[in-house]
């Protein structure tokens, strides 16, 4: 840590005058607040004048858009806009349907697909609301196998103190069940005051894992694995070189996860990685990525310690985003030019353990390009989508969508309406079972994603046995390979998780060419190795009747279809 748990309750109380300075709550709510490690905001916190450029430079929310966009873009808005005020943190759940946020609120809206499987034409619902006390933003989820939800923490936590007078890095957290539609209170691992922006990721072995930001337990950085059933903690990860602030874990085939070092607290800087191993319940290096991807070396002392995030590709190698900017003052020498660096991507092949350098990012227009604090997605095709923003100050405007290739190339795609006005880290990207990237930009405007091209086959889930007939509402049971996909879909690091590594019912009935989704539970694995033994049950609660076709998708990719009579 970089000061004591005293100083840091005295440097958010400064925090959290100072973040109201010049800045109502009315424009608080066009203004999204941005993701700060924690060193960001202690620094901020004394020096009242840097927090105000900062604010002042933030980018309102983008405006409501009424109708998708027309034309060949491959981006759409949904017809419907969210009906909260902040779309925020997208997850699938198991029956097809979406959870999005309103953010720093507690509110919790699901978007159903309609008859046709259309996502730009689904329809809104209100689910239940979080408990009154818990209004996070900027927080740990995941879809546990049973099919339920879990957040932890969140930098900011609106009933605690409004989130536009600065973050609390809550210990908070709440479960939720979609066949009830009610949401549960978390105890928080034992010592743990504090959870924050930290990252969540469901292990192979279908166990959850949640970080602690910030805080180190007995002298151990904060991780612990949940008990889905007890809704217990247990601490793990011994030997970890850092507190787990603004970094990212990426699941391999070999179910250990991987994650770049953001040396937050270490005083110094470099470029290490780190494996953890879930049998252990250890970190180890995993060698020099070769390149700065780390915002630990900003000039001036004011690093904000930002990385980007990290993708698992079909060939079993991950794609590592640099977060590196400059300075947060408007008069650094990064302003001036002088010290403009180049952000850079590196790349880990899972098989051999060895780093290699990437490909740099983009440069528009003579400015830089980064991901700190931004999304990626793996899209069907084995292409990255990713979206970033100029380094030369951190959260700076427009954001530009790029796809990295097989081949290790980056080219720029088309831009929404939305992306001249925001910063990367607006966006949040949800792979959705059509293949589509939904991204979500904290504002009321939902975008859909076409990606080109299609997917190699043995990318595909792979169904080797299944019902021939089904009744509505009675549980089945699948057997096959690969039902998790080969990667985990989509990538933000800390801050937002919305991982789709599980199996995806889908039936289409022949005659009407209706879509409707089962609701699957307890896949056998959440591994994402290729050609994993793979199982897991499913209901379907509604369907026209008939003959029929089954699919399993995994992270927008289906499987060859299965004759099936639904009864």
Known sequence: MTCPAICRRLALAVLAATMGYGVTQ??????????????????????????????????????????????????QNTMIPFPGGSAGNPLLLTDGTVLVHDTCAVGW?????DIHGSYVNGS????????????????????????????????????QKPCSQGGVWTNLGAIYNPTTNTWRSVTPPIGWSQIG??????????????????????????????????????????????????????????????????????????????IYNPVTGTWSSAGNVGVQLADCASPGGKSSFELGPQVLRPDGTVVAFAGTTCNDGPNSACSSGALRVISRTA????????????????????????????????????????????????FATPTHFFEFSSANTIAQVADNTDATGTSSYFWNFLVLPTGQIMASDLSPNIWIYTP???????????????????????TYGLKGRQFNGVSQGAAYGDDV???????????????????????????????????????????????????????????????????????
Request: proline share 10%; hydrophobic share 40%.
């Open 497 to 567: 998780q919305a991982n789709t590594n599980y199996p995806i019912v889908r039936v289409v009935n022949k005659r009407t060419g209706h879509v409707f989704y089962a609701r699957t539970t307890n896949p056998n694995t959440m591994s994402v190795a290729p050609n994993t033994a793979s199982s897991v049950s499913f209901v379907l609660p509604s369907a026209d009747t008939g003959a029929s076709s089954l699919y399993v998708v995994a992270n927008g990719i289906p499987s060859a279809a299965m004759a099936v009579t639904v009864k």
């Open 26 to 75: 009315a424009t608080a709510e066009a203004q999204p607040v941005p993701p700060l490690s924690l060193p960001s905001a202690e620094r901020l916190a004394q020096d009242p004048q840097a927090m105000a450029q900062l604010m002042a430079r933030l980018p309102a929310a983008p405006a409501t858009q009424l109708a998708p966009t027309p034309g060949p873009s491959p981006w």
């Open 197 to 274: 922006d930290a990252q969540n990721i469901v292990l192979a072995n279908r166990i959850d894992m949640q970080a602690n930001c910030c805080q180190s337990v007995n002298g151990i950085p904060g991780a612990a694995l949940f008990n889905a059933s007890t809704l217990g903690w247990t601490a793990t990860g011994a030997g970890k070189f850092d507190v787990y602030d603004e970094e990212g874990w990426t699941l391999l085939p070999d179910t250990q996860v991987l994650t770049v070092d953001a040396y937050v607290g270490k005083g110094t800087c470099g470029q290490n990685s780190e």
């Open 124 to 159: 809104w619902r209100r689910i239940a609301s979080l408990p009154a006390t818990y209004q996070p933003l900027y927080f740990g989820s995941a879809v546990l196998p049973d099919g339920r939800v879990i957040i932890e923490g969140g930098e900011y936590n609106n009933a």
């Open 347 to 394: 790349i880990y092949n899972s098989t051999t353990k060895k780093w290699r350098v990437g490909p740099n990012l983009p440069t528009v227009a003579g400015r830089n390009y980064t991901l700190a604090d931004a999304p990626a997605a793996l899209e069907p095709n084995g292409k990255v989508l990713f979206a970033a923003s100029p380094n030369y100050v951190t």
């Open 452 to 474: 080109s091209g299609s997917p190699k086959a043995s990318w595909a889930p792979i169904v080797t046995s299944a019902p021939s007939t089904v009744v509505r509402g009675t």
């Open 109 to 113: 809206w699901k978007l159903t697909p």
